[in-house]
Nanobody
């Protein structure tokens, strides 16, 4: 099946770290910009970070810049989100999405315009 699958979420203490994975199955992420979003309960979807398909150019929103780092391993057909210094307000369901649009247009798309979405992985930051 052609899909994106997020993993790596869970319960972590404030100040801790998690690495989320976004793995593609049934297609190659080569040529796709891939980005991460999150949605806290009762709140709107929030863009976090994206990484370009070819040159590795990244864009990260100010809300998580300096704490979250996106990367990709094309050999593993996977994109990662390293999350450090986690705070309770980081608690949310984290989603990845992929699209052929370049990084500088990626977060301008409407939700239904992205070619692929993952199912989400829950991140809970609490003592």
């Amino acid at each position: 099946q052609v899909q994106l699958v997020e993993s790596g979420g869970g319960l972590v203490q404030p100040g801790g770290s998690l690495r989320l994975s976004c793995a593609a199955s049934g297609f190659s992420l080569d040529g796709y910009t891939v980005g991460w979003f999150r949605q806290a309960s009762g709140k709107e979807r929030e863009a976090l970070s994206c990484i370009d398909s070819t040159d590795g150019e990244t864009y990260t929103e100010d809300s998580v810049k300096g704490r979250f780092t996106i990367s990709r391993d094309n050999a593993k057909n996977t994109v990662y989100l390293q999350m450090n210094s986690l705070k309770p307000e980081d608690t949310a369901v984290y989603y990845c999405a992929a699209d052929h649009k370049p990084w500088y247009h990626f977060f301008l798309l409407d939700k239904n315009e992205y070619e692929y979405w993952g199912q989400g992985t829950q991140v809970t930051v609490a003592s």
